[in-house]
């Protein structure tokens, strides 16, 4: 098959790469990724406005927002839907559910976003995008990604517990065991050194063996 009828593969966002750089119109105006560099961003896209459960997922993450925004972290959403859907589905919500949206999010309809995300999954949808959610740390590197079906609602509280994993691992240089949640302990890096095994059992950790050793996290 040659060059002019082979499919063009989009080039993916990759843990640990730069995010790239877009500017969309959002609810807040204009807005490009450049804005929040410095801050963490979580990027994440719904399938439609005025849907069930898109609606669940915004209301659950208007209620984290604050708490967010206390750490540095700010939301942005995004589906192809235009700028008056996603303004009158706000709206809808403030009226029905007596909840505000604090985050903008981004009409995307020409799919420039969405492409460059890989948020689109054809054998799903071909109008909608998925529920795709992009951690992006201060420095606009993509750091973790989760992607869920249509038809389920992603774990908002899941979501807030990665961005603060990610934010404990950068500052103390530990990580994070399965089911981590804060105030847990946390597992020290392997050392790198025969001098330094030799010298994990009296560190005063809880130690396992050389090679497996958790302590708590420094307050």
Sequence with gaps: MDSLSSPQIPTLPRLGEPAPVFEAETTHGRLSLEDFRGSWVILFSHPADFTPVCTTE????AKVAPR???KGV????LSIDSIYSHLAWIETIKEKFGQE???PVI???DRKVAQLYGMMMPA???TETSRCVFFIDPNGVVRAMI???LTTGRNV???VRVVEALQLTDEQKVATPANWRPGDKVIVPAPRTVEDVAARKSAGHDYVDWWFTMTDAKR
């Design 68 to 70: 967010l925004r206390e």
């Design 107 to 109: 009409a995307d309809g």
């Design 147 to 149: 992607y869920y079906p």
């Design 74 to 77: 700010e939301l942005l959403g």
């Design 124 to 126: 799903q949808s071909g």
């Design 157 to 159: 509280d899941e979501i």
């Design 58 to 61: 915004f209301i659950e993450l």
């Design 101 to 103: 949206i604090p985050f």
